[in-house]
């Protein structure tokens, strides 16, 4: 696995990213990202699998932003 003629990568990453703009009935934008993908080195390979929300601070209504986590 060659980057080019002076170096050697350890690894790759190929993904391919997926966004929709969700509009909130206040009016605050959201951006929800979905990023699927591998990284791929030598003989392994692991999968990348990422969902990514993006509150706009330009757009939010909100004067209090709530930061959660899902339980997974």
Aim: hydrophobic share 40%; with cysteine; net charge negative.
């Amino acid at each position: 696995m060659y980057c080019n003629d002076n170096f050697t990568c350890a690894f790759v990453t190929r993904v391919d990213r997926s966004v929709a703009l969700l509009r909130l009935p206040k009016g605050d934008e959201i951006e929800l990202a979905l990023d699927e993908g591998v990284v791929e080195a030598e003989d392994a390979t692991a999968p990348i699998h990422e969902v990514e929300m993006e509150l706009d601070p330009i757009t939010s209504t909100s004067s209090r932003l709530t930061c959660w986590r899902p339980c997974l």
